[in-house]
């Protein structure tokens, strides 16, 4: 099947598996886990503490590697990746959105976009380019010049999402990315990914406690057994 297809996921896990151990105990996390994500579809990650959820998020997102099982992005299989192939990967079809804004204080607003299209190899000026107009769809055309310590936490988030799609990547992975935030800024950050996800046709999997939020997303998983299982 040719890669990019519209019938082909963005991220499919097939039978993934993980266990840790601790002591002389071996803990199960995933158990044969099934998640197919699609171009343009948002999906919320809810169980409890303890569930999985960011191990879920880390395979998914080529950081770590499963016990068994495989990744595959855009129909290609990942396990057999060299570090560097993974790497090439995540800086260009993956983008991450964590509870902490995770931005550098010593760069503007502006630089914390353009960083990772620079490290992908795109010429200044052309980061300066798609940073500002990222960076101005979500409200910040103001701001581009201020510090993370300049900026409330919301706009701080904001940057951090300007920041995750700066490359285009076809899906974009959060961790939990209002729950630092009151919730009337959490609803402003939440719309801002959701138009995100509109506009882009990206896939995105957000894990969070908050149950308003992931009503509003098109579909809902959990983990249970180590399986993930939709709720609706």
Request: proline residues 4%; without cysteine.
């Amino acid at each position: 099947m040719e890669q990019g297809a519209e019938d082909v996921p963005v991220v499919y896990l097939h039978e993934i598996k993980r266990q840790y151990t601790q002591g002389t105990e071996t803990l199960t996390i995933l158990d044969g886990a099934k998640l197919a994500l699609w171009a343009g579809q948002s999906v919320a990650l809810v169980a409890p503490s303890g569930a999985g959820k960011s191990t879920l998020l880390h395979i998914a997102g080529l950081l770590e590697s499963p016990d068994d099982g495989e990744v595959y992005v855009g129909g290609a299989p990942t396990s057999q990746l060299s570090d560097t192939e993974r790497t090439m990967i995540r800086r260009s079809d993956i983008g991450f959105v964590y509870q902490s804004h995770r931005l550098l204080p010593e760069f503007t607003a502006l630089e914390n976009v353009m960083l990772p299209q620079m490290i992908r190899g795109l010429k200044r000026e052309e980061t300066v380019k798609r940073a500002t107009e990222i960076l101005a769809y979500l409200g910040l055309g103001e701001r581009i010049k201020h510090r993370p310590a300049e900026l409330s936490g919301g706009e701080q988030q904001r940057v951090a999402i300007a920041r995750a799609v700066a490359n285009a990547p076809r899906v974009l992975f959060a961790d939990e990315p209002t729950g630092n935030l009151d919730p009337n800024t959490a609803d402003h950050v939440f719309g801002a990914l959701m138009q995100l996800v509109r506009a882009t046709r990206v896939a995105m999997l957000i894990v969070t406690h908050n149950m308003e939020l992931a009503g509003r997303m098109d579909r809902r998983v959990s983990l249970e057994a180590g399986k993930v299982i939709e709720l609706d």
